[in-house]
């Protein structure tokens, strides 16, 4: 077999992302048909900067889900003769089989590995967001809202560990030596609680007055929620269902740590200045509950700038996720993690480019896409 053409070599890899288009295409065309009942979502189309953010974010959250179609080789498998092989090299031996991008120093696929490297990245990224969204949710929106000592230690508390610099931070709390101490168990028993509270106090406050409801709703929450967390934070899940690589939860914890100080610090500025407003003062009259307040009243009313914040961060921890990885303190070695796979490609970049690029322009415009989508939902937001 000879070695493919540039112009072969985007061609197969197109046809590879098939899934993904067909995927986009029904997505964008239902999103753009249905756009009036979509709120927000729906206005995000008249914003071409929103639209383009959008497509980058779909096309790497898709290749995520259809990974396992679209990668040509095992990411891990090393294949004799294929070591720094260039872009379109047939595979040795394999009839029909090239490396699309090349191989790295270690004979894997690079176009797999960058593939499989995306499912790494969307499934750390956003579900640590989120869980550093309910901290800080949680915590930000009494202290906004009761002020006084409470608000005091809450914001020391979040100002001291936004003092520290957040890469710095991010690499203590990831050495092997911090994990030995039990330092990021004994943070994740902590931070994983929030979520169960925050959805209690949800439901509490919204079904109070239905006994009936209220019992089924914190039944499951409460079930539901100490079932993942025995799991997740103790990998004490007697059913095994939940489970979290001990590397992996150390990475887990540290990003939640590290963004819910600065979610705090948003979520009760916005509280602060809501809580003045004409409709909380209504409620107030009617004799609300301040969490039903602060819950129904208030969150509904800064959904705009935290969706916002909620793309940027995601594109934050990207990059912070990518830096671990270049330094190796990111997952195993051998994982197709797309900062490992550029600390591996950089040693021999002037030689070999290829292993680097192609991470690299992955991570560049998944974060580019992010980006892009939080600058046209606050475009959309600020017409509210």
Known sequence: MERLTAIEIITRMLVQFTPVWICLFIILTLSVIFRRKLGLYGRLFSSPIGVAGLVLVLFWVLTALFADLIATMDPLTQLSGMKNKKPGWPVTGVEGQWYLLGGDNLARDVFSRMVKGSQIVLAIAPAATIFAFMVGITLGLPAGFYGGKLDTLLSFLANLVLAFPVILLFFLLVTPEIRSTGVPLALAGVLFLFPIIFFSLLFFTRFDENPFKLKIYLSITLVLGFWAYSGLAFNKDPLGVFYMDPNLLNIFVSVVFVNSPTVFRIVRGLTIDLKTRDYV?????????????????????????????????????????????????????????????????????????HPALAPTFALMSLVLGLNLLADGLREESLKD
């Not at 509904?300 to 671990?324: A, E, H, S």
């Open 281 to 353: 003062a209504a409620a107030q009259t009617r004799g609300e509950r301040p969490w039903y307040i602060m819950l129904w009243e208030v969150l509904p009313n800064v959904r705009g700038p935290l969706i916002v914040d909620f793309c940027l961060r995601i594109g934050y921890t990207t990059i912070l996720l990518g830096t671990l990885g270049f330094f190796g303190l990111g997952l195993t070695p051998e994982s197709p993690d797309w900062g490992l796979t550029i600390n591996e490609g950089r040693k021999l970049l002037a030689v070999y480019p």
